[in-house]
């Protein structure tokens, strides 16, 4: 249903080409099977990452106009972003706002400037983050303990979203087609310029990732009771905290040093003083909780079910 005329302040347009290139290609042609479900998807892939950001605030359309380059076939797009009187105010200059017009939505999404969520699914390859924290509005997505992605919560946002990631992958499965092997999004219509280049090898890093969402975190000085030492799985021993079970990393690296120079000798049954951190995430719709040992305090050795002192 259009929006009445007198609701609409006005429009903002970019124009940029998507421009799928590979030897299948050379005469221009590509099967419209393939091509269909893709423009669709890259759409969808707009429409919702500008619903995800600016809700009813503002509509946003793609019209297409077919252009060609040798070797390769390309679309003109054109993404127009229809604003309704309820945000006017948010205009502080000419085509100035927050997040509302068709080039920040372009960045956020990673099609111009080479960064954004495309940027970030590009850095994890994949993988999910580890952590995410946020400092003064800037979150660094963590893909191991010393590397990460610095971005906006915008970013995140959509990267979260499983509709969003699903989109791109979509709009990239004509890459898993024999002779089609790249990905461009251009502002000249020439791959030479482009603002954004993916290829076939890349695939697998678009498959949706659900983020864990931390509930709770707390650190207590307890006893547990060694089950099992294992070091591999990243030192995941296993205790009994008293009345359940659990597996826990051990992340006292002092400890750990001393048991591989042999000056700790421990056996199953034995206590261990230490602290411990209690994770709580939610994610694929169940609660999870992990535990790690941040620090070993104190070791009490059990011998014949009687401690040794």
């Known amino acids: 249903m259009n929006k009445p005329e007198d609701d609409v302040v006005g429009?903002?347009?970019?124009?940029?080409?998507?421009?799928?290139?590979?030897?299948?290609l050379e005469h221009h042609l590509m099967d419209v099977r393939d091509l269909a479900p893709a423009m669709i998807a890259v759409n969808d892939l707009l429409s919702n990452a500008?619903?995800?950001?600016?809700g009813d605030k503002a509509d946003l359309n793609l019209k297409v106009n077919a252009s060609f380059r040798a070797g390769s076939f390309g679309m003109?797009?054109?993404?127009?972003?229809?604003?309704?009187?309820?945000?006017?105010?948010?205009?502080?200059?000419?085509?100035?706002?927050?997040?509302?017009?068709?080039?920040?939505?372009?960045?956020?999404?990673?099609?111009?400037?080479?960064?954004?969520?495309?940027?970030?699914?590009?850095?994890?390859?994949?993988?999910?983050p580890t952590k995410i924290i946020d400092e003064d509005g800037r979150l660094k997505v963590y893909l191991n303990e010393t590397e990460y992605y610095e971005t906006d919560g915008k970013v995140v946002k959509l990267y979260k979203n499983r509709t969003i990631v699903s989109d791109l992958n979509k709009?990239?499965?004509?890459l898993e087609k024999d002779g089609i092997d790249s990905f461009f999004v251009?502002?000249?219509?020439?791959?030479?310029?482009a603002d954004l280049a993916i290829d076939e090898s890349e695939l697998t890093y678009f498959e949706y990732q659900e983020i864990e969402n931390d509930l709770s975190e707390n650190i207590t000085e307890?006893?547990?009771?060694?089950e099992a030492a294992v070091f591999k799985d990243n030192?995941?021993?296993?205790?009994?905290?008293?009345?359940?079970?659990?597996?826990?990393?051990?992340?006292?690296e002092e400890f750990l040093r001393k048991i591989d120079a042999g000056e700790l000798r421990f056996g199953k049954g034995d206590l261990l003083k230490v602290k411990l951190k209690t994770i709580q995430t939610f994610a694929h719709g169940k609660l999870k909780t992990e535990f790690q040992v941040i620090e070993v305090l104190e070791h009490k050795i059990v011998k014949q079910g009687h401690l040794e002192f």
């Not at 500008?50 to 600016?54: E, G, M, S």
């Not at 995941?236 to 006292?252: E, H, Q, V």
């Open 186 to 193: 251009s502002r000249t219509g020439d791959k030479k310029d």
């Open 235 to 252: 030192n995941k021993w296993k205790f009994d905290n008293g009345g359940s079970p659990i597996n826990a990393a051990i992340l006292d």
């Open 50 to 54: 500008n619903k995800a950001l600016n």
């Open 171 to 174: 709009m990239l499965e004509p």
């Open 222 to 226: 307890t006893f547990v009771q060694i």
């Open 11 to 24: 429009e903002m347009a970019e124009r940029f080409y998507v421009i799928y290139d590979g030897w299948a």
């Open 76 to 128: 003109e797009l054109h993404t127009v972003v229809h604003f309704l009187s309820q945000i006017r105010d948010m205009f502080a200059s000419d085509n100035a706002s927050a997040i509302s017009n068709a080039w920040t939505i372009l960045e956020i999404v990673g099609f111009v400037i080479g960064a954004g969520l495309i940027g970030l699914i590009r850095f994890l390859k994949g993988k999910k």
